[in-house]
C-alpha cells in the first residue's frame, strides 16, 4: 500500500479562512448597503412620507366628521341598522321556509312525478308489445279499446291507471311550486329591501369608509410594517410603487426614433390629481395640481391618462430623482433654496434637451396645440395691462397657485405689434404684416432733419412709440457700454443716423401731394371733426384726458412738427394711397373736412419741447469714421489703395448714401417698412418658430457674463440682473439689453450685434419670453392638437381682423356679467351694467338702463311667469335669451350681501376686498393706477381720475372710501412723473371712442366726468345717442350677407351721428370672414339663413285675413300713439321730430339688414339683448294692450309688425317715401 | 500650488510626456535591478498617491476622473503599474538566480504539488466573493454612464470613444482612417496571431526573464505602455473640447483656440524649399511622399538585415524576418509620424486628394 504522498499547501489554508471570513463579512455588509441603498431612494422616502401625512390628514378629517355630526349619525345608523336587523330576520326565516319547501317536499314530490312516469313508459312498452301481438292475431290494423281481450286489456288499463297517478303527483308537485315562487318573490323583495337599507348605511359612512380604508393600508401596523415597509420583505406587497402613465399618443423625439413617452412624475407628486392638498399645509411634492379644472382630472379638457405631466411642463419623465427629471427654478431664490436642499446644478439637466418650463412661463407650453386660436384660451389677458389689472387671471382653483405667470396671449400680442416678426421668421404667424410705415414715398411727408433725431432716438419724440432704439446701446455707446472710447462711439452713431436718412431720402420716389387752392381753412372745425369723427377710437392725444389708453394709432400729441399740411390732408382723405399695407381706415371725409382736420392737428399739435439735432459733417470724427468703414466694405475684394481710391472719389453724398444703404441692409430697416428697393427683403434675424427647444450650445452668452448692472427703465434706478445658463435668463437679458453680450469682446463693426432695444417693461419682456419659449420642436400629434374647424376657425380668423382693424376701439362687444345668489340661494347669470357698488352696506348695484320702472325683487315672480311666454317667442329660434334679466335689476337700496356675490367680468376679473384695500368691485369700473411711492416701491390702486394739474404735474386720483356713499372718491395725489401706467380695464370691452367722446364733451363743456352726478345726469345722457353702435350679439340681430355689403361699403345707418364707420377696403375674404364671425360668434345660421318672410307668397299664407288688411292693420298699430314707432325710427329719408339724440335706425332698411326672428324677440324684450338701449319695451307677452287699434293677443301684434317690416315695399310707409 | 500646477501643465504637454515616457521607460529597462527593489517601488508608489491626492484638489482633474466613464482608466493605470512591475521583478530575480547557478522561482513552484481543494477551488471561491463585493459596491456608488439621447445636430465636444479605444482615437488624429482605423489594428491583431510563428527564441518559456528576452520585452512594453496606455492616458486626460490639448490641470475651455495649419510634404518640398508651385501631375507631386515610403518599408529592411539585426536575419531566415521587420516598421511609423507631425506640421507624407488616399 502506497504511503500518501506529503502534499504542500500553496497557501496556509488557516490563513485563508480568516480572508474567507472577511470576505463573507464584506459580502454580507455590500448586499445589506444595497439594499438599504434601494430602499432610501428619494421617491420612495416621498411616498413613505406622504403615506404618513395623509394617513394624519385622513385621521384628522375623520374626526371631524365623528365630531361634526356624531350623534345624528349614530342615530340614523342605529335606525337604519334596526331596519336592517329587522329585514334580516324576515329575510332569514323565509329563506329558511323557502329551503324547507325545497329540500323536503318539493324534492319528494318531484321524484315521485319522475319515478311514475318511469313506471308509465314501463306499462306503455307492455301494453304496446300485448297490443301487437293481438293485432297479429286477428290480422287488423285498428282495434276498439272496447275489443281487447283481457290480455291486452289490462295492460291498458294499467297504463291509464299509472298516467292518473303521474298527473296527481303532478300537482302535488306543482302546488308546491307555486308556493316557492310565492316565497322566492317575497325574499327577492326582502333582498331588494335589505340592499337599500344596507347601501343607505354604507352612504352614510361612506367618505369616512374611503378614509378609514387608506388609514388601514397606510397604517404602521405589524403586518404592514413587516411586509410592506421592512428592507427586503417588502416585495410581498410593497408600500412604495413607481407610478406611471403612458399618454398612448405621445412620444419622446430622441433624434432617430420616436419613443413612447412615460411619465412617473406622480410618483413622487402623489396628490397632484386629488383636490385639496393645498398651499399652506402642503409641501411641494405634496401638492394638488393648481388647476384641476382645465388638467389630470378625467372631468377636465386634459386627462392625465391622456396627456400626463411632461406635454406642459417639460422634463424628463422617466427620472425618479429631483435632478434628474430636470427640475428648473422660477427664480434666483427658488435656485438658492434647491441647491441646499437637493444639490441642484445647471448640470442636472445636461443630459435632458427639454429642461422642465419654469413655472411662470408654464402658459407656453399651451401653444403648441392651441396656436390656431387668436386668443388661446386660459394663457392670460390680450396685454399685459390686463394682466397687471386682474393678477388673479390664472388662479381658478382652491388657491394652490403660488406662481404669478406670465400671459402668453399677452407675450405673443406684443410680438405681432412691435414687428418681431420683421426681423425673426416665425412659424406661429401666418402673413405677418410689416409694421412700421411705408418709406417708399418719404420725402413727400417729412424732413430729413426729423428723420435723423427720430433715428437717434425715437422715444424722445413720442414715448408710446414702438420703433426701437437702434442707437446709444449696450455696444455704441450708450449708458451700458463701458468701454473707455465710449463718447466716440456716440458720435459715431450721429454718422450712421444721418446716412441711413440720407439714403432714405435718396431712395424716396416723388408723389403728388397737394392741397385744392379753393379751400379756407376752420380749425375750429377741425377739433371739432377731430374729436368727434372717430378720430380718437385710435389715436390719443396728451392734451385729452385718458391718453394713454387709445394706443392702436400713434400719439399725435407732436405730429404737428413733423408734418406738411399737403401730405397730411392727402393721408387722412385717404391713407391707402400713401401706405398701401397699413391700417389706418378711410373715414370718407370731404375736402372740406381733410383740410380742417389738417389744420388742426398741424397747428394743435405741436409742443415747445427740443428736439432734433444737426449732425455735424465736417468733424474729423464724422468723416474718418465714414470713410474708414466704406473702406472696410471695399477691403473684402479689393486691395487696400483701390479701395481708398475709390472712396476717395466719392463726394459726401454718395459716401453718406452708400453707407446708409449698407447699414439699412445691416439693421434690416425693410423688416418693418416698405423701402423702395426692399420690398421683398427677408428678415435679417433667427428663425424662431424652434426656439423654446434651442439647443443653449447655439445661443452666444457672450463671455459669459454672470451678473449685470443695469437702470431700470421705469424706476430709473440702478438694477442688478443675474444670468444663468438658461433659455429663458438668455433672453431676458436679450431682450432687455440686446447688445450685452458684445461686452468685453473685440468685434468687428460688421460683426458687431444689430438687434435694438425695444425698451420693453418686465412684463412685457416676460410675457414675450413666454411667447417665444412657447415655439418648440415637438412630435405632438394631429389628432391631439386642437385644430380648429368650424365656428371656432372663423371666430379665430375674425378675431384677429377685428383687432388689427381695431374694432374695439369704436365698438363696445361686450357687457358686464353677474352671478349672484338669489332669496331660493339658486345662482342667476345675467349681464348688464354694475354701476356702483357699496362696501360699507356690502351691495353691488348692478343696473339695467331702461325707461321703465326697475321692477324690483317682489315682481320676480310675476315676471317668472312672463318670461315662460318669452320664452314661446324667442325659443324656436335658438335665442339664448337672457329672460331672467328683468330679475336682476335690483333697485338701489335693496342690498345683495357681497359675500353670495361674485361680479365677473369677461374680459378682467374680480377684485378681492381687503381690510387695508378701500375699493372692491369688478375691476372693469375702475382705472388701475400703478405708481411709485415714497419708498419706490410699485404700488397699484383702483378708483377714478378726479382731476388733473398739467401745471404742477399732479394726478388726482379717486380712491373709494367706504362709508361715504356717492362721495366716495378719497383724493389720491401722484406725481406724474411717478406714474408708471394707467389702464382703463373697461376697455377691454371695447367703445374706447365712446369714453373719448363722454371725456372731450366733459372737457369741451367744463364738466368733471368723474364725479358721478355730473356723469350720470349730463355727460352720459347727452353722448350716449352718438357712441358707436354696441354690437354685443350682432351675429343674432343682423343677416349676414347685409353686414358683408355694409362691411365691404359701409354707409350711414344713423345719419345723425358725426361719428363714422370708417371705410377699410377689406378684401372679399376678409368680410366674408368678418360676417360670418358674428354669425359663428353668436351661434346663428350664416352666411346665409333661411327667411320665409322674404318669399312671394308668405303673406298670402301667413296674414291673419287679406294680405293688405293684415298689412294695413299692423301699420296702423305701429302708427298707434302709444307705440308710435316713427316717433324715433326713421323711415326712409324721413326723420323723426325732436331732438336727433333721440332718433334711431331707419325702419325702411330693416328687411334686408335684420333677422325677422329677432326683430320679433326684440320688440318683446329689448334689454335682454342690448342691456341699456333706448328702445322700449311696448308688448308684454302677458297683458294685451292697443286692444282697439289691433285687436289680438299681443304676440300676433309683435308679429304682425315683424311681417309688415320684412315686406316693407307693401307697407304704406314705402308708398310715402320711396327711397 | 499654483507654479505646481503650470508645473505639471508644461510637463502634460503630450510631446514632452511622450518623450518623457519615452525616457521614462528606457530609464527603467536600464536600470531594471534599481527600479524593481521593492522600497524603490513603494517610493515611487507613496509619490504618486501624493500627487494624485494633491491633483484631486484640482476642479478640472477632480471633474474628469470623478466621470463615472473614466473610473476604469484610474483603475487601470495603477494595475497596469504594479502588474508590469510584478513581472519584471521576477524576471530580474531569476535572471539572479540563473547567474547564481540556480533554479528559477517558476521551476521551483512547478515541483510543488497541492490539492485542487482546498488550495485552487478556495482561492477562487474567494475571488468570487471579493469580485462580487467589488462589483455591488461599484454599482451602489457610481451610476450607470448614460448620456442624453444621440443628436446628430449636436455632438458631445470632445466626443470620445469608450475609453479602451481611446488609443486608436489618438492614431486617427496622425493617420488617415484607412490607415488609423483598419490598417494598423489589423497589424495589431494579426502582428499578435504571427507572434507564435516568429518568435522562435526558447528562452524565457514558462519562466521570466528579462536578460534573455530583452528585445521582445523591450518592443511589446514600448507598444503596450507607450503606444497604447499611454495614448490612452492623453486621450482621457488632455482631450478636451474642439480636441485640443490640455495640461492635466487646465480647464477645459469650448472657446480654447490651436492655430494649427498642417502642411504636406509635396508643398514642403515644392513650396518651401523649391520656392515654386505644385506640379499639376500628381504623381510627380506626390513623388517625394511615394519614394519616402517605398524606401521605409523596402529598402529599410534589407539595410537593417546587414546591419543593426543581422544576429536576427541569420537567426530568423528572410521570411520571418521580414515579418517581423514588416510589424516592426508599422508599429514604428506610428510614432515617426506624431513627431514629425508635432516638429514639422507635416500632415501628409503622400496626400491623394483626388482619391481620398493619404499617408
Known amino acids: 500500500m502506497a504511503t500518501k504522498r506529503k502534499t504542500d499547501h500553496a497557501f496556509n489554508i488557516k490563513r485563508l479562512n480568516v480572508v474567507f471570513l472577511f470576505s463573507a463579512v464584506a459580502l454580507t455588509a455590500s448586499v445589506i448597503w444595497m439594499v438599504i441603498d434601494d430602499y432610501d431612494r428619494e421617491w420612495k422616502k416621498y411616498q413613505r412620507e406622504f403615506f404618513d401625512l395623509d394617513r394624519t390628514k385622513a385621521e384628522r378629517e375623520i374626526q371631524e366628521i365623528d365630531e361634526r355630526n356624531h350623534d345624528a349619525v349614530v342615530q340614523a345608523q342605529k335606525a337604519k341598522e334596526a331596519a336592517l336587523e329587522k329585514v334580516q330576520g324576515d329575510l332569514e326565516s323565509k329563506r329558511t321556509e323557502l329551503d324547507l319547501l325545497q329540500r323536503e317536499k318539493m324534492y319528494k314530490a318531484d321524484q315521485d312525478v319522475k319515478f311514475a312516469r318511469a313506471e308509465v313508459d314501463v306499462l306503455r312498452y307492455e301494453y304496446e308489445k300485448a297490443l301487437a301481438e293481438y293485432r297479429d292475431e286477428r290480422g287488423e290494423e285498428d282495434i276498439d279499446p272496447a275489443e281487447y281481450p283481457p290480455s291486452v286489456r289490462e295492460p291498458y288499463d294499467a297504463v291509464l291507471k299509472q298516467e292518473a297517478k303521474v298527473l296527481d303527483y303532478l300537482n302535488v308537485y306543482n302546488t308546491l311550486r307555486q308556493d316557492e315562487t310565492r316565497l322566492k318573490e317575497e325574499v327577492g323583495e326582502l333582498e331588494k329591501q335589505y340592499t337599500v337599507y344596507d347601501d343607505e348605511l354604507r352612504k352614510l359612512n361612506e367618505r369616512r369608509d374611503i378614509l378609514a380604508r387608506k388609514i388601514e393600508t397606510t397604517s404602521t401596523n405589524l403586518k404592514n410594517i413587516l411586509l410592506d415597509r421592512t428592507p427586503m420583505l417588502d416585495f410581498v406587497d410593497p408600500i412604495t410603487k413607481v407610478e406611471w402613465v403612458k399618454p398612448p399618443e405621445l412620444r419622446d423625439d430622441l433624434n432617430f426614433a420616436y419613443a413612447e413617452r412615460i411619465d412617473m412624475c406622480k410618483t413622487c407628486h402623489m396628490a397632484i390629481d386629488s383636490s385639496g392638498y393645498v398651499n399652506d399645509e402642503w409641501e411641494q411634492p405634496f401638492r394638488s395640481h393648481p388647476r384641476l379644472d382645465l388638467y389630470l382630472t378625467a372631468s377636465s379638457p386634459h386627462p392625465y391618462n391622456e396627456f400626463g405631466c411632461t406635454v406642459c411642463h417639460q422634463g424628463r419623465g422617466q427620472d425618479l430623482t429631483f435632478n434628474g427629471s430636470a427640475h428648473m427654478p422660477q427664480d434666483e431664490e427658488q435656485r438658492h433654496e434647491w441647491e441646499e436642499k437637493y444639490g441642484w446644478t445647471p448640470k442636472a439637466f445636461k443630459y435632458w434637451e427639454t429642461p422642465m418650463v419654469p413655472n411662470q412661463y408654464i402658459y407656453s407650453s399651451c401653444l403648441k396645440c392651441h396656436g390656431d386660436s387668436w386668443e388661446v384660451p386660459e394663457a392670460g389677458p390680450m396685454t399685459v395691462e390686463l394682466a397687471a389689472a386682474s393678477p388673479d387671471w390664472n388662479q381658478k382653483d382652491d388657491g394652490a397657485t403660488t406662481t404669478d405667470h406670465y400671459s402668453l396671449n399677452a407675450g405673443r400680442m406684443i410680438f405681432y405689434e412691435y414687428g418681431c416678426h420683421g426681423c425673426h421668421a416665425i412659424k406661429d404667424l401666418e402673413n405677418p404684416r410689416k409694421v412700421g410705415p411705408d418709406l417708399r414715398h418719404l420725402e413727400a411727408k417729412v424732413e430729413p432733419d426729423w428723420v435723423y433725431s427720430w433715428l437717434l432716438d425715437p422715444k424722445a419724440f413720442r414715448p408710446s412709440t414702438k420703433m426701437p432704439k437702434f442707437f446709444g446701446l449696450a455696444n455704441n455707446g450708450g449708458e451700458m457700454d463701458t468701454r473707455a472710447d465710449h463718447e466716440l462711439r456716440h458720435a459715431w452713431n450721429e454718422v450712421e443716423a444721418d446716412a441711413i436718412t440720407a439714403f432714405l431720402f435718396k431712395q424716396s420716389l416723388p408723389m403728388e401731394m397737394a392741397v385744392p387752392s379753393d379751400l379756407e381753412a376752420d380749425a375750429e372745425n377741425g377739433k371739432r371733426l377731430f374729436e368727434n369723427r372717430g378720430c380718437l377710437g385710435c389715436h390719443a392725444v396728451d392734451s385729452l384726458p385718458f391718453a394713454p389708453a387709445n394706443d392702436f394709432g400713434p400719439n399725435l400729441s407732436r405730429v404737428g412738427e413733423k408734418l406738411n399740411l399737403a401730405w397730411l390732408f392727402n393721408w387722412v382723405q385717404n391713407p391707402k394711397a400713401y401706405h398701401p399695407g397699413g391700417r389706418m381706415p378711410s373715414l370718407r371725409l370731404d375736402d372740406q373736412e381733410a383740410f380742417d382736420i389738417a389744420t388742426y392737428v398741424l397747428e394743435e399739435l405741436e409742443s415747445d419741447a427740443e428736439f432734433g439735432a444737426q449732425p455735424n459733417r465736417s468733424s474729423e470724427q464724422y468723416t474718418a469714421f465714414l470713410d474708414e468703414r466704406l473702406t472696410e466694405t471695399y477691403l473684402e475684394n479689393l486691395p487696400m489703395s483701390a479701395a481708398e481710391a475709390k472712396v476717395a472719389a466719392m463726394s459726401l453724398d454718395q459716401k453718406r448714401e452708400l453707407f446708409g444703404q449698407k447699414l439699412v441692409e445691416r439693421y434690416g430697416c425693410a423688416g418693418c417698412h416698405m423701402i423702395n428697393g426692399y420690398e421683398d427683403a427677408k428678415g435679417i434675424g433667427v428663425e424662431l418658430s424652434e426656439h423654446g427647444t434651442k439647443d443653449l450650445h447655439t445661443v452666444d452668452f457672450g463671455l459669459e457674463l454672470h451678473e449685470v448692472e443695469g437702470k431700470n427703465r421705469v424706476t430709473g434706478e440702478e438694477e442688478h440682473y443675474h444670468i444663468d445658463h438658461t433659455l429663458h435668463s438668455w433672453l431676458s437679458m436679450k431682450i432687455r439689453y440686446p447688445r450685452i453680450f458684445d461686452r468685453g469682446r473685440l468685434k468687428a463693426f460688421k460683426d458687431a450685434s444689430r438687434m435694438p432695444n425695444f425698451e420693453l417693461t418686465d412684463e412685457q419682456i416676460q410675457s414675450l419670453i413666454t411667447y417665444i419659449l412657447g415655439n418648440r420642436k415637438e412630435p405632438i400629434p394631429e389628432t391631439i392638437q386642437n385644430r380648429l374647424q368650424g365656428d371656432a376657425e372663423v371666430i379665430a380668423k375674425g378675431d384677429q381682423i377685428i383687432h388689427d382693424s381695431n374694432c374695439y376701439g369704436c365698438h363696445q362687444f361686450e357687457m358686464h356679467e353677474i352671478t349672484y345668489l338669489d332669496d331660493d340661494v339658486l345662482p342667476r347669470h345675467g349681464i348688464g351694467q354694475v354701476t356702483e357698488i357699496s362696501i360699507d352696506d356690502e351691495a353691488t348695484f348692478f343696473r339695467l338702463w331702461t325707461d321703465q320702472v326697475l321692477i324690483t325683487q317682489k315682481e320676480k315672480t310675476e315676471s317668472a311667469a312672463a318670461q315662460q311666454l318669452y320664452g314661446e317667442y324667442c325659443e324656436p329660434s335658438g335665442f339664448e335669451l337672457f329672460s331672467h334679466l328683468t330679475q336682476l335689476n335690483i333697485q338701489a337700496g335693496e342690498d345683495l350681501p357681497l359675500t353670495a356675490v361674485e361680479v365677473q367680468e369677461q374680459v378682467g376679473g374680480t377684485l378681492e376686498l381687503t381690510e387695508d384695500s378701500s375699493v372692491s368691485g369688478p375691476v372693469s369700473l375702475f382705472t388701475a393706477l400703478t405708481f411709485l411711492d415714497e419708498k419706490n416701491d410699485v404700488q397699484q390702486v383702483f378708483g377714478r381720475i378726479t382731476d388733473t394739474d398739467l401745471d404742477e404735474g399732479i394726478v388726482y386720483f379717486g380712491l373709494m372710501k367706504p362709508g361715504a356713499g356717492k362721495d366716495a372718491f378719497e383724493d389720491l395725489e401722484v406725481k406724474m412723473d411717478r406714474i408708471v401706467r394707467i389702464v382703463d380695464p373697461s376697455l377691454a370691452l371695447g367703445g374706447r371712442l365712446g369714453r373719448a367722446l363722454e371725456l372731450t364733451y366733459a372737457q369741451n363743456e367744463d364738466l368733471n366726468p368723474f364725479d358721478i352726478d355730473e356723469y350720470y345726469n349730463d355727460i352720459q345722457p347727452t353722448i350716449d345717442p352718438y357712441k358707436p353702435p354696441v354690437l354685443f350679439r350682432e351675429g343674432q340681430k343682423v343677416q349676414t350677407p347685409w353686414l358683408f355689403d355694409f362691411l365691404m361699403s359701409p354707409y350711414p345707418l344713423r345719419p345723425w351721428f358725426e361719428v363714422r364707420m370708417p371705410t377699410f377696403e377689406f378684401t372679399q375674404e376678409e368680410a366674408t370672414i368678418l360676417a360670418n364671425y358674428f354669425g359663428a360668434r353668436d351661434r346663428r345660421r350664416y352666411p346665409y339663413s333661411y327667411n320665409a318672410e322674404s318669399q312671394d307668397d308668405y303673406l298670402q299664407a301667413h296674414a291673419q285675413g287679406e294680405p293688405s288688411e293684415y298689412i294695413e292693420k299692423a301699420w296702423a298699430l305701429m302708427q298707434d300713439p302709444q307705440v308710435n314707432c316713427f316717433n324715433c325710427h326713421m323711415q326712409g329719408e324721413k326723420t323723426p321730430e325732436g331732438d336727433p339724440s333721440s332718433w334711431a335706425p331707419d325702419l325702411s332698411m330693416a328687411y334686408q339688414r335684420l333677422r325677422p326672428d329677432w326683430i320679433r324677440a326684440w320688440i318683446f324684450n329689448p334689454q335682454a339683448f342690448q342691456p341699456g338701449t333706448k328702445m322700449p319695451q311696448l308688448f308684454l307677452a302677458d297683458e294685451a294692450r292697443y286692444q282697439e287699434t289691433y285687436g289680438a293677443p299681443s304676440g300676433v301684434q309683435v308679429e304682425a309688425i315683424k311681417d309688415l317690416l320684412m315686406n316693407w315695399a307693401q307697407s304704406p310707409g314705402a308708398a310715402s317715401n320711396p327711397r | ?359
Open chain 2, 1 to 359: 500650488m499654483e507654479t505646481f500646477k503650470e508645473l505639471v501643465n508644461v510637463l502634460t504637454n503630450p510631446k514632452i510626456l511622450l518623450i518623457f515616457s519615452v525616457v521614462l521607460f528606457a530609464a527603467g529597462l536600464i536600470f531594471i535591478r534599481f527600479f524593481t527593489k521593492p522600497w524603490v517601488a513603494m517610493a515611487i508608489a507613496a509619490l504618486s498617491v501624493v500627487f494624485f491626492a494633491v491633483s484631486t484638489t484640482d476642479d478640472n482633474f477632480m471633474e474628469i476622473i470623478s466621470k463615472a466613464d473614466n473610473v476604469p482608466i484610474v483603475m487601470m493605470v495603477v494595475l497596469v503599474g504594479f502588474f508590469t512591475w510584478l513581472g519584471m521583478r521576477r524576471a530580474v530575480k531569476n535572471d539572479q538566480l540563473m547567474e547564481a547557478g540556480e533554479e528559477t522561482l517558476e521551476r521551483r513552484e512547478t515541483k510543488q504539488k497541492v490539492f485542487v481543494w482546498p488550495d485552487l477551488v478556495y482561492t477562487e471561491f474567494l475571488c468570487l466573493i471579493l469580485c462580487t463585493v467589488a462589483l455591488i459596491v461599484w454599482s451602489v456608488l457610481l451610476d450607470a454612464p448614460l448620456e442624453e439621447p444621440a443628436n446628430p445636430t449636436r455632438t458631445p465636444n470632445p466626443s470620445k470613444a469608450p475609453w479602451y479605444f481611446l488609443g486608436l482615437q489618438e492614431m486617427l488624429v496622425y493617420y488617415d482612417p484607412w490607415i488609423a482605423g483598419v490598417l494598423l489594428p489589423g497589424l495589431i491583431i494579426v502582428g499578435l496571431m504571427a507572434l507564435p510563428y516568429i518568435d522562435i527564441n526558447p528562452k524565457g518559456n514558462g519562466y521570466y526573464t528579462w536578460n534573455e528576452r530583452k528585445f521582445a520585452i523591450t518592443i511589446f512594453l514600448f507598444g503596450f505602455l507607450i503606444l497604447w496606455v499611454v495614448l490612452i492616458f492623453i486621450g482621457t486626460f488632455l482631450r478636451g473640447p474642439n480636441w485640443n490639448f490640455f495640461g492635466l490641470f487646465e480647464t477645459w475651455d469650448v472657446a480654447k483656440l490651436e492655430a494649427l495649419v498642417n502642411v504636406n510634404l509635396s508643398e514642403y518640398i515644392y513650396v518651401i524649399i523649391g520656392g515654386g508651385g505644385l506640379p499639376t501631375n500628381p504623381l510627380i507631386r506626390e513623388l517625394p511622399g511615394l519614394l519616402l515610403t517605398a524606401g521605409y518599408l523596402f529598402l529599410l529592411p534589407p539595410i537593417l538585415a546587414k546591419t543593426v539585426f543581422r544576429k536576427f536575419y541569420a537567426e530568423m531566415g528572410p521570411v520571418r524576418f521580414n515579418v517581423m521587420i514588416f510589424l516592426f516598421l508599422m508599429m514604428a511609423s506610428l510614432p515617426i509620424k506624431m513627431a514629425l507631425r508635432w516638429a514639422f506640421n507635416l500632415k501628409y507624407i503622400v496626400a491623394f486628394p483626388e482619391y481620398f488616399f493619404n499617408i
